[in-house]
């Protein structure tokens, strides 16, 4: 196979584009979706201030990288989650690719700023780990780019991120979701603006180009994500892909060009009944966010104090 | 376990509705969910004629004794599809049912009457033959429905059929096809009004209804559907359905809840556009519709005519 466009030798082949790329007409690729992404969905403008949140994967790393190569001068959070040695092995993936090249790297580490790490968090709120850790990252990412001054906060959500989440949406037919799955969401009272560059490449595009340009990565996945329900979508998307290529990309984004505005609405509407939180200020339908619901359970004394003891302390 | 209803063994287990049920209140939830689904949709009203699509499968030849079982005086419509044993065997106990219980079948035969069968349909137009058999029967079904009187076309569509279809049409955001699909079509000019009564009721419990009631119907799937998206869109949805028992459901009846009619203008300005065919005056966008493009093609002469051969023909 050869390159589709210098002719040379291809490295790799992109199924869904019917195509062979060497291994620099392929990098250029990736940051040509890159900055599709960003153009198709005017994500990001002049004099933006960039906060990349990074996991020491190869997306956000990957998505790092391509931003900078674009020009863009993107900085970078790393939020410690306190998931064992998964976390301790990712922060220095994510720091060691910081300190290679002298790019700003804002740390946050869950326990220290918040009291809490993402398993005790999980076990205290009776919440499966994924759903108290995206909650969490979602609140503290949020949070670390309006208190920084960053006008907009990119992810590293590939296609095949994307499509796993809008095929649970669809599963469930969940309009208020729908209406907020894009690849911008726009900055409002309390939110920064959210970008997805990344979605027009898949899982494997992205390892490719950390491969490639010499990119180092956590490869291990998050220990408590094994057997999620997410995991489970990807693996029916990969299944139908396998079969028809282009599935994926067109089922996001079909949804992006013909779904999407139909539920934008139901979005709207949750997004007006708004109000900040009592606690921290962040816009909750409630009285307290769900993320300092879950702090506050999770921060407090895990083992309650019995009154037999407190007796028994006192006779001693 | 025991039933649900009447506290005696189950016979069966129905994951979700997290409920078993013993022989006799078994069939009649399958009723209960036909009454039902016709009830929801206002599928059928007094004194509409209902002609039910039966294959000899489960599924139709199901429906028809439950539509009976609720009252409807529901004639049957066997179309002989042509497709070797197989169509041959699927007559027989379409035949066989109707005889036993002496209710009018209707029967056309896709070679006597057009000229073509499916396997050689498929060949001509080069079509997968699926593609080339559900236009065939939607066409001669809603035919054979007006030409003969009848309100209403009842087809064995199940949920699992229906949550496939739908999965497939979300993954390529078909908005045409998302607006079209509901339990109800209502007529309109060139077509009748055609119902799904079987929506709630899954491919396992249209097995068990027939095996319950004695329903000798032909087991063996269709040997040109193999392979084919349709079963593979149905492998995925039963892999997250075997995790997460419902999740079909919830999909298709979240759709028609929330999702449907969001889609409904596309169908109908589709609908706008139509005009008789010129050639058998169905309803078609062109000016000839698919079926008869597809039975021009397919009754034709299927190795054209070499002028050679004519001339040594001449000459012999």
Known sequence: MKC??????????????????????????CREQVRRAIEDHDMIHEGD??????????????????????????????????????????????????????????????EETYGFDIPGG?????????????????????????????????????????????????????AGYLGRQHPVLPAAPGFVRKVKPLVRLGERELAAYCVLTGIDYIVEECPMAVGNRHLGYKDMLNQVEERSPGTKAAFLFGFIERGHERFAGDAAEEREDLRPCSECGAPTPGEVCAFCKLRSRAAAPRIPVRVEDVHAEVEA
Do not use: M
């Not at 589709?4 to 690729?29: L, Q």
């Not at 999980?122 to 990412?141: D, E, I």
């Open 4 to 29: 589709r466009r210098c002719r040379a030798p291809a490295v790799i082949d992109v199924r869904r584009h019917n195509a062979g790329f060497c291994a620099e007409c392929f990098t250029r690729h």
């Open 49 to 110: 201030r960039v906060l990349v949140a990074v996991s020491g994967g190869k997306d956000s790393l990957g998505l790092w990288q391509l931003l900078r190569e674009l020009g863009y001068e993107a900085d970078g959070l790393y939020v410690g989650l306190g998931i064992g040695s998964y976390s301790d092995r990712s922060g220095e993936f994510a720091r060691a690719f910081a300190e290679q090249h002298a790019w700003p790297l804002l740390e946050i580490d869950l």
């Open 122 to 174: 999980a076990r205290a709120a009776k919440r499966v780990p994924c759903s108290a850790c995206g909650l969490s990252k979602r609140h503290v990412f949020n949070d670390a780019a309006i208190s920084n001054g960053y006008d907009i906060l990119a992810t590293g959500h590939n296609l095949d991120d994307e499509a796993a989440v809008l095929l649970g949406n669809v599963l469930r037919w969940d």
